[in-house]
């Protein structure tokens, strides 16, 4: 079946859909929007570089037709896992190792859990982990553990560290690095990406690419950014999120996404 009609949507989380600070401010129009496209027949998704664990109950709130999580390697639709992409125990346990060897704190995601290594002090790491730990998010404190597994990682490497170049190459065979900052990137699976998520429900629902919208904020959404035409920025995104969308809407706060599916006759 052709599906020319049915438009696709996909949504980046921290920062787009809900604010990107301790409050997670959710706002109505948001979940409005979406409500009002799904009940036309387009279909709704979650794209987001956490994993599927830590998509919680509040971020789920107005009901979506699926998840594409960590950037690309694990997709759902229609109530049921079509795509996970694995990474190996003992691979793990080395890219843990190189983390500790560099004092690099991580955050190590899979689909069923978060992992660190021993005790993570303050900063803003801890207060992602503690995020997930307060939403019942089970989580793995042993890189030995026969439990630590993760199918892609934050980092947290420090601005200016000297050994961030041999890491990056260390890491280069399986991952990829996306920078976030000067002291943050997450590592992503070769060949995986929220654009590749895109292109697999794409294919899946058999749905043109004039038909797909995405939004999005910080650059782990470049690569979706850059893939769809009717690619939308947030009001407040990173300058090279700004650059590449093809529409800027306003803010989270100022009902930014429900004014661009206003704008381009979504809803």
């Not at 859909?17 to 948001?30: C, F, M, Q, R």
């Not at 799904?38 to 709130?61: E, L, M, P, S, W």
Request: hydrophobic share 35%; proline share 3%; charged share 25%.
């Amino acid at each position: 079946m052709n599906n020319q009609n049915m438009k696709l949507l996909f949504f980046d989380i921290d920062g787009t859909l809900i604010t990107d600070d301790s409050e997670k401010y959710y706002p109505e129009s948001t979940k409005e929007a979406i409500i009002k496209a799904r009940a036309k027949g387009h279909k709704c998704f979650i794209n987001t570089g956490r994993v599927y664990a830590t998509v919680d109950d509040y971020i789920r709130q107005p009901g979506f037709d699926g998840f594409v999580c960590g950037c690309g390697t694990n997709i759902y639709a229609d109530g049921k896992e079509i795509l996970y992409v694995p990474y190996g125990r003992e691979e793990s346990v080395k890219i843990a190792e190189l983390c500790r060897k560099y004092g690099y704190k991580g955050i190590f995601e899979h689909k069923n859990h978060v992992a660190f290594d021993g005790i993570i002090p303050g900063g803003e790491h801890r207060k992602i982990l503690d995020y997930f730990i307060g939403m019942g998010v089970k989580v793995v404190d042993d890189i030995h553990s026969e439990d630590f597994v993760f199918d892609k990682l934050a980092v947290w490497h420090g601005a200016g560290n000297p050994n961030l170049d041999k890491f990056k190459q260390a890491v280069s065979t399986d991952f990829q690095c996306i920078i976030r900052s000067d002291s943050f990137m997450e590592l992503v699976p070769h060949g995986y990406s929220k654009a590749t998520g895109i292109k697999f429900l794409m294919d899946y629902y058999n749905v043109p690419i004039e038909n797909v919208f995405v939004f999005g904020d910080s650059n782990n959404d470049l690569e979706m950014l850059k893939y769809v035409p009717n690619s939308i920025a947030m009001g407040v995104c990173s300058d090279e999120v700004a650059k590449v969308a093809s529409y800027r809407t306003d803010t989270v706060e100022n009902d930014g996404i429900y004014k661009a599916m206003k704008h381009f006759g979504v809803i």
